[in-house]
């Protein structure tokens, strides 16, 4: 064990990781005859069996469709659906449930923001500010918006370490800012802007404020309230629950003023061939049969965090960020990406003369999954003049033994290229 290593350990407060990843029965397994080093997090993470069980109790035993049905069964389901929501609403602090819509993801989160609220309230000219650090989610359907309402799109620019800079985003703020969309946490990077003073300075400019959640939730206790964001959106999928459901959290007067995404059953509350009425929030933003099975998993994600203390899960992923930072450093030929101090616990790193792609080749063969390439992030990769990084995500199921084996597959792709 190395120096760092040890004072890393030390710092690790009482977190008992060895029996959180018992909760997640792949981490038991292997890769190329290897013990799984799962480090790929942040693309998506892995279930506990209370999410699995979850899931599979909803098909064994609990479901139908939604709202529309007398019988028992339905009114079962109905009520598991309705209580994740209200799950998801104390999780993230909403005042209310009906604040709370259930999309496919951050990505449809956003876009329904775009095509809604965007479509309807700007008017060419209006100026959108997103950062340098955003996903490609949060970039693409503003400019998609851009194609159809003329709306001009301002990037704040971060610095060599990867910061956002405050200054340059005070200077692209103006009268015509409409909406300020920042990622809580870069999924590229790792680094967080500053959240609170970007939300700040956008109300006092008359301007509302969508925070990329997807990267940010998972890490750290969020509260949209307090954070007076007026748009929230996060994936479940990151959030240790299941995939194709997200969340978009909107304040009640927003999401009232809003024309529904798209149309179809369960968004109405009447309909002629001459004129529908809508219903309201947030029915009128979830046309169709929703998944239902996967807002009860994300409802049982939800709990799984809440049973554990998320200060001392923050702690112990603050200490793998830790040693992983100063255990790559002392690599020759590695170079981190996003250095700033204020960051969540993703390292993304260059080895000189060697691609990601083969570092990312290497280490499969070790078992250690990261991801390569330029992560739905390619604006920040342009920004360092580089195609893509190798990025390592934490999860709270991580142990500092794990960030060793990462090393230790990076010196063997050392030994590897010379
Ligand atoms: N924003 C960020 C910061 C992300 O990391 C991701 C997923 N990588 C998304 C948005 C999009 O999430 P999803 O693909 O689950 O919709």
Same mark, same amino acid.
């Given at each position: 064990?190395?120096?760092?290593?040890?004072?890393?350990?030390?710092?690790?407060?009482?977190?008992?990781?060895?029996?959180?990843?018992?909760?997640?029965?792949?981490?038991? !397994? !292997?890769?190329?005859? &290897?013990?799984?080093?799962?480090?790929?997090?942040?693309?998506?993470?892995?279930?506990?069996?209370?999410?699995?069980?979850? /899931?599979?109790?909803?098909?064994?035993?609990?479901?139908?469709?939604?709202?529309?049905?007398?019988? @028992?069964?339905? @009114?079962?389901?109905?009520?598991?659906?309705?209580?994740?929501?209200?799950?998801?609403?104390?999780? /993230?602090?909403?005042?209310?449930?009906?604040?709370?819509?259930?999309?496919?993801?951050? !990505?449809?989160?956003?876009?329904?923001?775009?095509? %809604?609220?965007?479509?309807?309230?700007? &008017?060419?000219?209006?100026?959108?500010?997103?950062?340098?650090?955003?996903?490609?989610?949060?970039?693409?359907?503003?400019?998609?918006?851009?194609?159809?309402?003329?709306?001009?799109?301002?990037?704040?620019?971060? =610095?060599?370490?990867?910061?956002?800079?405050?200054?340059?985003?005070?200077?692209?703020?103006?009268?015509?800012?409409?909406?300020?969309?920042?990622?809580?946490?870069?999924?590229?990077?790792?680094?967080?802007?500053?959240?609170?003073?970007?939300?700040?300075?956008?109300? $006092?400019?008359?301007?509302?404020?969508?925070?990329?959640? $997807?990267?940010?939730?998972?890490?750290?206790?969020?509260?949209?309230?307090?954070? =007076?964001?007026?748009?929230?959106?996060?994936?479940?999928? &990151?959030?240790?629950?299941?995939?194709?459901?997200?969340?978009?959290?909107?304040?009640?007067?927003?999401?009232?003023?809003?024309?529904?995404?798209?149309?179809?059953? =369960?968004?109405?509350?009447?309909?002629?061939?001459?004129?529908?009425?809508?219903?309201?929030?947030?029915?009128?933003?979830?046309?169709?049969?929703?998944?239902?099975? =996967?807002?009860?998993?994300?409802?049982? *994600?939800?709990?799984?965090?809440?049973?554990?203390?998320? $200060? *001392?899960?923050?702690?112990?992923?603050?200490?793998?960020?830790?040693?992983?930072?100063?255990?790559?450093?002392?690599? &020759?030929?590695?170079?981190?990406?996003? %250095?700033?101090?204020?960051?969540?616990?993703?390292?993304?790193? %260059?080895?000189?003369?060697?691609?990601?792609?083969?570092?990312?080749?290497?280490?499969?063969?070790?078992?250690? $999954?990261?991801?390569?390439?330029?992560?739905?992030?390619?604006?920040?990769?342009?920004?360092?003049?580089?195609?893509? %990084?190798?990025?390592?995500?934490?999860?709270?199921?991580?142990?500092?033994?794990?960030?060793?084996?990462?090393?230790?597959?990076?010196?063997?792709?050392?030994?590897?290229?010379?």
């Amino acid at each position: 064990m190395t120096g760092a290593s040890t004072a890393a350990r030390r710092n690790v407060p009482a977190f008992d990781v060895e029996a959180v990843r018992r909760e997640f029965p792949i981490l038991s !397994t !292997t890769a190329h005859g &290897k013990k799984l080093v799962f480090l790929d997090s942040g693309a998506s993470a892995q279930k506990s069996r209370a999410v699995i069980e979850a /899931i599979s109790s909803v098909y064994e035993s609990r479901y139908a469709n939604i709202h529309r049905g007398v019988y @028992q069964l339905s @009114q079962f389901a109905t009520e598991a659906y309705e209580a994740a929501r209200v799950k998801v609403q104390r999780f /993230i602090g909403a005042g209310s449930p009906s604040e709370i819509v259930f999309t496919k993801g951050a !990505t449809e989160a956003i876009n329904l923001v775009a095509a %809604t609220y965007g479509v309807k309230f700007l &008017k060419a000219g209006d100026e959108i500010i997103v950062s340098a650090l955003e996903h490609h989610a949060n970039i693409v359907p503003w400019q998609l918006l851009r194609e159809r309402n003329g709306i001009v799109l301002k990037v704040v620019p971060v =610095d060599d370490t990867g910061a956002f800079q405050l200054d340059a985003y005070e200077r692209l703020l103006s009268p015509r800012t409409r909406i300020v969309a920042v990622t809580q946490a870069s999924n590229a990077l790792g680094i967080k802007p500053p959240i609170a003073a970007v939300t700040r300075l956008a109300h $006092a400019a008359g301007a509302i404020v969508l925070i990329d959640g $997807a990267q940010g939730v998972v890490h750290e206790p969020v509260d949209v309230r307090a954070m =007076d964001c007026d748009f929230y959106v996060f994936s479940g999928h &990151k959030l240790y629950g299941p995939g194709g459901i997200g969340v978009l959290y909107g304040k009640t007067k927003l999401l009232e003023a809003m024309p529904p995404y798209q149309g179809g059953g =369960d968004m109405i509350l009447s309909v002629s061939f001459e004129a529908t009425e809508f219903a309201p929030p947030p029915a009128r933003f979830e046309a169709g049969t929703p998944p239902i099975a =996967d807002a009860i998993g994300l409802g049982a *994600a939800i709990d799984f965090l809440n049973g554990l203390d998320r $200060a *001392a899960v923050l702690a112990h992923e603050e200490a793998l960020l830790a040693h992983a930072t100063a255990a790559l450093s002392a690599i &020759k030929g590695v170079r981190l990406y996003g %250095t700033a101090p204020d960051k969540a616990a993703i390292v993304s790193f %260059t080895l000189a003369g060697v691609h990601p792609h083969d570092i990312g080749t290497i280490l499969d063969h070790e078992g250690i $999954a990261v991801r390569v390439g330029h992560h739905c992030a390619q604006p920040i990769m342009d920004r360092f003049g580089i195609p893509g %990084t190798v990025r390592a995500s934490f999860g709270l199921y991580n142990t500092l033994d794990e960030v060793d084996a990462l090393a230790r597959g990076l010196a063997k792709v050392r030994e590897i290229f010379g």
